[in-house]
């Protein structure tokens, strides 16, 4: 049995390396997200900064604009994980020689590191730019990491399902609706609560609940979406 | 599409598949290689008396089709080994593979000739000495040297034993055919 975990992990380490290998060779989803992310920050900063809004107005509303900023980066870039894969027709190499929840597994590694990555830089930059005062940062990192997870994990979902349809961005749209709606719901009012000091009651473990089921969901789909 | 098609190929064997542009060749290879599900008949293939479902066929076969591709920004090494890895064979396999193939290891996937191209395709197929070989138009775009290469390896997979269903458009002069199934009759 250990042998088996040990080889589906090194066949979803595989895929993580190659991700990230392609990925710094054509810099594609890197360039997309960090470009779509900074254009929005400073917008957002230029409107809504320490000049736009006042304080009060500002603990609402900034919340909500981060988890936007994050969400339409990673619509930017996260769908072409699999897109990708079947426009270049390298599809069929990995159907042939992946096991389908390592490939799974692998892919959604590599979109979180990228997701964790673009938190990593946007959400310091967006705090000092909006002047947003935080008052339970352990918190508010917390909420970071579950959402991001979350993200990362619904948008891998969608992206395999979408993979193979014609009309790939409207239906990446509409599928990641009602997929992520709940997610970015529990992120915003957690974020809202760690900004004013609100330990988050439970949404927290609504959250993580949610981070788990997306999972189980995730890996039992995609052997189903993923192959014939 | 596909209607009517019956045949069997035992170890050693070769089965060739002929028929004309959109005659349901490639089609009955997929079926067969597990990427594509059957409406309907029956496709039995077994390994060492285990007779093997289509997820368990697309794991063991070793297939080329024209639309099988590689990742352009990876090196011909680095492809091969990433695909060793996920079939959970040493990397060397690969590196034995691609010598026999006479391939530039360094060179990227994306900078190959159509001919070289094709060499990689063998090159995967072979990479898990696979008992199965699913060859769809295996010998188009090789010069000499590549076609002769390709048919000394197809003639080693058969005498160890092994199988191996060919979809061409035409007729192939190998002797070990040893099923005909014209789709264009």
Not at chain 1, 13 to 37: D, G, I, M, Q
Request: aromatic content about 8%.
């Amino acid at each position: 049995m250990w042998q088996t975990i040990s080889t589906w992990a090194l066949e979803a380490t595989a895929v993580f390396v190659k991700e990230w290998r392609c990925e710094f060779r054509t810099r594609y989803a890197l360039n997309t997200l960090a470009l779509f992310a900074f254009t929005t920050l400073v917008v957002v900063s230029f409107s809504l900064g320490p000049l736009g809004v006042d304080r009060s107005h500002g603990t609402a509303v900034l919340p909500v604009l981060l988890w936007i900023i994050l969400l339409f980066s990673v619509a930017a870039g996260l769908p072409r994980t699999f897109v990708q894969e079947e426009e270049t027709q390298t599809a069929m190499a990995l159907r042939l020689s992946a096991t389908p929840s390592a490939l799974f597994c692998g892919k959604l590694l590599y979109n979180l590191t990228l997701v964790l990555a673009l938190e990593v830089l946007v959400t310091p930059a967006y705090v000092i730019m909006t002047s947003l005062e935080v008052a339970s940062p352990w918190l508010l990192v917390a909420v970071l990491a579950a959402g991001g997870y979350g993200l990362a994990t619904g948008s891998t979902l969608v992206a395999a399902i979408i993979a193979q349809a014609r009309s790939k961005g409207t239906l990446f749209s509409v599928l990641s609706f009602p997929i992520l709606l709940p997610l970015l719901v529990l992120a915003v009012e957690l974020t809202r609560g760690a900004t004013a000091g609100d330990p988050g009651g439970v949404a927290v473990p609504v959250l993580l609940l949610y981070d788990a089921t997306i999972t189980v969901a995730g890996l039992m789909l995609f052997p189903v979406v993923w192959n014939p | 599409m596909l209607r009517g098609v019956s045949g069997t190929v035992d170890p050693g064997e070769m089965m060739l598949v002929t028929g004309p542009n959109g005659s349901g060749k490639s089609t009955l290879l997929r079926c067969l290689a597990g990427l594509l599900a059957a409406d309907g008949g029956t496709i039995a293939y077994q390994e060492n008396g285990t007779p093997l479902d289509g997820a368990e066929r697309r794991r063991r076969v070793g297939v080329i089709a024209p639309d099988l591709a590689f990742y352009a920004e990876l090196t011909v090494e680095e492809n091969l080994a990433f695909f060793a890895r996920l079939r959970r064979v040493p990397a060397a396999r690969g590196l034995g593979v691609l010598s026999r193939l006479n391939l530039p290891l360094d060179r990227l996937a994306g900078n190959l000739s159509s001919g070289m191209r094709q060499r990689l395709r063998w090159g995967f197929a072979l990479l898990h000495s696979p008992r199965l070989l699913l060859l769809d138009e295996p010998f188009q775009n090789f010069d000499a040297p590549g076609e002769r290469i390709a048919r000394e390896l197809l003639e080693e997979h058969l005498a160890e034993g092994g199988l191996a269903v060919v979809a061409n458009p035409s007729s192939l002069d190998f002797h070990h055919v040893a099923n005909h199934l014209d789709l264009g009759a």
